[in-house]
């Protein structure tokens, strides 16, 4: 999680204070309605038991730059984005959606681990393919981009980025996309989403 660098607190517990004592005024920049940012915003929302602001933009980069110039109070962001701006000074990460903290920003704990329990949620990248694809393709396309993932000078390059490599089986893969589906169903279910 993301705040403007001139956010006058450090922590989740100052945001949540914050979007208590003002209700509704908060501003939360997302990338999109219907992305993970959004969603994001709408679980810390649930668990938080606070309203935000939600301010919706066409695509991440907008959504950063309006972080980026204080006009907007915070974000969810991919770490491949956030992690630089930080280093460079240029925002605050006062916690990560992981279940574990982040390897590259050890001193910033996750936002269950800040006052959020049971608060989760990851950006991730997969491969799929069309429903009717023969398992032997699957299973081949599977084993080559697994080799790949393991290859040191690819780890190097995706480390870079902020991205942490789990490369593993099918079934790792539907069993991971089926508790995606679960989270984000519940909280669509909660929040009363329309379908769009």
């Known amino acids: 999680m993301s705040v403007r660098l001139s956010f006058e607190g450090a922590t989740v517990k100052d945001l949540i204070a914050h979007a208590k004592a003002n209700p509704g005024k908060m501003t939360a920049a997302t990338p999109g309605v219907g992305s993970v940012g959004q969603l994001a915003t709408i679980e810390l929302e649930l668990l938080a038991d606070i309203k935000l602001l939600q301010v919706p933009y066409k ?26 701006l930080y280093r460079a000074q240029k925002e605050k990460i006062i916690a990560v959606g992981s279940t574990e903290r982040v390897k590259d920003l050890p001193d910033v704990p996750t936002l269950a681990e800040a006052g959020v329990p ?73 929040a009363d989403l329309p379908l769009q």
């Open 59 to 84: 695509g991440l980069s907008p959504a950063v730059a309006d972080v980026l110039a204080g006009n907007v109070d915070m974000m969810f962001d991919m770490l491949a984005t956030s992690l630089p």
């Open 118 to 190: 049971g608060y989760r949620a990851v950006t991730f990248f997969g491969i799929v393919a069309p429903p009717q694809t023969p398992d032997a393709l699957a299973d081949k396309i599977n084993r080559d981009v697994v080799e790949v993932l393991k290859k040191p000078e690819f780890i190097e390059k995706t480390k870079a980025l902020g991205m942490d490599l789990a490369p593993g089986s099918r079934a790792d893969a539907a069993a991971f996309f089926a508790q995606e589906r679960a989270l984000w169903g519940k909280v669509i279910k909660q």
